[in-house]
């Protein structure tokens, strides 16, 4: 069992900056694939972001050269850093840790319970 939670959400105005983090305790989280993800009003849950033990990170298009993934093994915490914020950024943003990396809601294994992010034009 993995337990999972963000913090770091609130409200900002369009171009300001957020950090996201992600605590997870549990199983060992160097093995975990460790996922952001967000779901706007009336949207389906998107992917945002991953990384894996290594380091290794993706993006979704829409937050390239503006959002940057990070994690701490020795922490076992993950960052979300996010500038550039726009007002479609809005969104509940969920932390994620699942084995392998996806960007499929079905395939995650374990879920935070999600922090809001608002950005104001």
């Known amino acids: 069992q993995v337990q999972v939670v963000e913090s770091g959400g609130g409200l900002v105005q369009a171009g300001a900056s957020l950090r996201l983090s992600c605590a997870a305790s549990?199983?060992?989280?160097?093995?975990?694939?460790m996922h952001w993800f967000r779901q706007a009003p009336g949207k389906e849950r998107e992917f945002v972001s991953a990384i894996g033990w290594s380091g290794t990170a993706s993006y979704t298009d829409s937050v390239k050269g503006r959002f940057t993934i990070s994690r701490d093994n020795a922490k076992n915490t993950v960052y979300l850093q996010m500038n550039s914020l726009r007002p479609d950024d809005t969104a509940v943003y969920y932390c994620?840790?699942?084995?392998?990396?996806?960007?499929?809601?079905?395939?995650?294994?374990?879920w935070g319970q999600g922090t809001q992010v608002t950005v104001s034009s």
């Open positions: 549990g199983r060992t989280f160097s093995t975990f694939v």
């Open positions: 994620a840790a699942n084995v392998g990396f996806t960007t499929a809601t079905t395939e995650v294994t374990y």
